[in-house]
């Protein structure tokens, strides 16, 4: 149903519902969903929970993923993702906008906006994607203070640090890292930009208990494995953080070079969702009945008579 019916609503909080996912033995699959539509889809492929990457937000935006987009920007994007899907949703945010007060603006406005989780991670800015080179990581106790400051903050949001350290410090540094920001209140860690199975395996081993995120975006280094593969691995979590966004766009180039090409979309139609399927996923019908059910058009009953 339409997510303007409360009582269709989710009665807890997004983030109790996300703890509640991963409580369960298997890996929680999220894949990433860049706006509303996207949600829909995704949520329609059977996913129970989604992630909102950083890189994809700015990237829709026209921007590059250099911390360059706002708070009340990456709210927007929340509350379409979360409105839509009705799904717990994760979200990346960056390195929290600023220092220990702005992180806790950052978790505040979030779980406001209805995510559930978060990602924070030990970056400096100008932040770069986790597997590009020459990134700037901020001291150890400094991004734990951005930990402390989102635990402190939060009601129910979940909260996972993120450390790009491997590439710099090794297996070991990241271990350290992740160890000082759990003790800071982190829920989960996320080792970003593994390249081999055995630091993977490593990382998950120097953390018992732990419950970890994987990343497994393309065109990185990180190799291809499957949600299994991890989950063998030692993790509870896994994204695919840009990769519906990357499929659409291709989608998107083609279709552009068709109209220039052709003069029209004549030869792209086999390559277009339909008006029905577009219905379909949007609930088009669902919000018609709604309306039809609230609003009735009244017939006048006689002409009113002047006195």
């Known amino acids: 149903?339409?997510?303007?019916?409360?009582?269709?609503?989710?009665?807890?909080?997004?983030?109790?519902?996300?703890?509640?996912?991963?409580?369960?033995?298997?890996?929680?699959?999220?894949?990433?969903?860049?706006?509303?539509?996207?949600?829909?889809?995704?949520?329609?492929?059977g996913f129970e929970a989604l992630y909102l990457s950083g890189a994809a937000m700015s990237s829709s935006?026209?921007?590059?993923?250099?911390?360059?987009?706002?708070?009340?920007?990456?709210?927007?994007?929340?509350?379409q993702v979360a409105r839509s899907s009705g799904l717990p949703v994760l979200v990346d945010g960056d390195t929290g906008y600023g220092e220990a007060l702005n992180v806790m603006h950052m978790v505040r406005a979030f779980e406001e906006a209805g995510a559930a989780a978060v990602h924070l991670e030990d970056q400096l800015l100008p932040k770069?994607?986790?597997?590009?080179?020459?990134?700037?990581?901020a001291e150890p106790h400094d991004m734990a203070a951005k930990v402390a400051a989102a635990a402190?903050?939060?009601?129910?949001?979940?909260?996972?640090?993120?450390?790009?350290?491997?590439a710099s410090e090794g297996i070991d540094g990241a271990v350290a890292r992740a160890k000082l920001y759990m003790e800071a209140g982190a829920d989960a860690i996320f080792p970003e930009a593994l390249h081999s199975?055995?630091?993977?395996?490593?990382?998950?081993?120097?953390?018992?208990?732990?419950?970890?995120?994987?990343?497994m975006t393309e065109f990185g280094r990180t190799p291809f494995f499957t949600a299994s593969e991890f989950e063998a691995m030692g993790y509870s979590m896994v994204i695919w953080p840009?990769?519906?966004?990357?499929?659409?766009?291709?989608?998107?180039?083609?279709?552009?070079?068709?109209?220039?090409?052709?003069?029209?979309?004549?030869?792209?139609?086999?390559?277009?969702?339909?008006?029905?399927?577009?219905?379909?996923?949007?609930?088009?019908?669902?919000?018609?009945?709604?309306?039809?059910?609230?609003v009735k058009t009244v017939v006048p009953q006689g002409m009113p008579q002047r006195d």
């Open 1 to 45: 149903m339409p997510y303007l019916v409360a009582a269709d609503l989710p009665v807890e909080p997004a983030g109790i519902r996300f703890r509640s996912l991963l409580e369960r033995p298997q890996i929680l699959r999220m894949p990433g969903t860049h706006n509303g539509i996207a949600a829909l889809q995704a949520e329609r492929a």
């Open 61 to 79: 935006m026209g921007l590059p993923d250099l911390g360059v987009i706002t708070v009340d920007e990456v709210c927007f994007f929340i509350r």
């Open 128 to 137: 770069k994607c986790g597997h590009l080179n020459n990134k700037k990581l």
């Open 152 to 166: 402190k903050a939060r009601r129910n949001l979940f909260v996972i640090a993120r450390t790009d350290a491997a």
């Open 197 to 215: 199975a055995e630091m993977f395996r490593a990382f998950a081993k120097a953390m018992p208990g732990v419950k970890l995120l994987a990343n």
């Open 242 to 294: 840009v990769s519906a966004l990357r499929a659409a766009n291709k989608a998107q180039e083609g279709v552009y070079a068709a109209i220039q090409r052709d003069g029209g979309t004549q030869n792209a139609i086999d390559r277009m969702q339909t008006r029905q399927e577009l219905y379909d996923t949007i609930r088009y019908h669902e919000y018609e009945a709604l309306d039809a059910s609230l």
